[in-house]
Every structure is written in C-alpha cells, then in structure tokens.
C-alpha cells in the first residue's frame, strides 16, 4: 500500500449518489483533501448521497476519529465541504 492518498469518484446516472473510493494512507492532513473532494462531488446536485470507500485506505487514528464525527444518515459535515448558499 502506498503512502499516497489515492480518491475515485463515481456518480450515478441520475446524479442520486456519489461513491468516493479512497486507497493509500490517510493522515490527519490529508483527511482534509477528502473533504474536498466530498464537497465537490456534493456540489453536483442537491440531495445527492455520497458514500465513502475506505475499505482499501489505511487511515490513522486522529483521521478515523475526524472521520467518524461527520458519518451517519444525519451528516454533521465540516464547514470546509457544507455546500454554499450558492450550490445548494
């Protein structure tokens, strides 16, 4: 495994979900890339789910804890990838 954090973005046809496929390591840092990269995929359409990929990522401790404070159905996203006034 490498310590690059490598993210794949797949989007349904009718843009309903979006899945991001995360490998390689993820850091305390980098974790923030992935929120950027969320907030991108969610600005494609309002009421998109997204759905994280982790399966195939080796992530740290202080990253798995940020992670899972903005999982779940009712999403407490970080204000770095809420969607603006603008997109929705």
Do not use: F
Request: glycine share 6%; aromatic share 2%; net charge positive.
């Amino acid at each position: 495994m490498t310590d690059k954090l490598r993210v794949l973005v797949g989007v349904d046809l009718d843009c309903a979900k979006a899945q991001i496929a995360a490998q390689g390591h993820v850091t305390s840092k980098s974790v923030h890339s992935l929120y950027a990269v969320m907030k991108r995929a969610n600005s494609l359409t309002q009421g998109m789910t997204l759905e994280l990929d982790m399966t195939r990522a080796r992530i740290e401790p202080d990253a798995w804890e940020e992670l899972r404070a903005v999982r779940g159905p009712t999403i407490c996203r970080p204000a770095s990838i809420r969607p603006s006034p603008t997109t929705g």
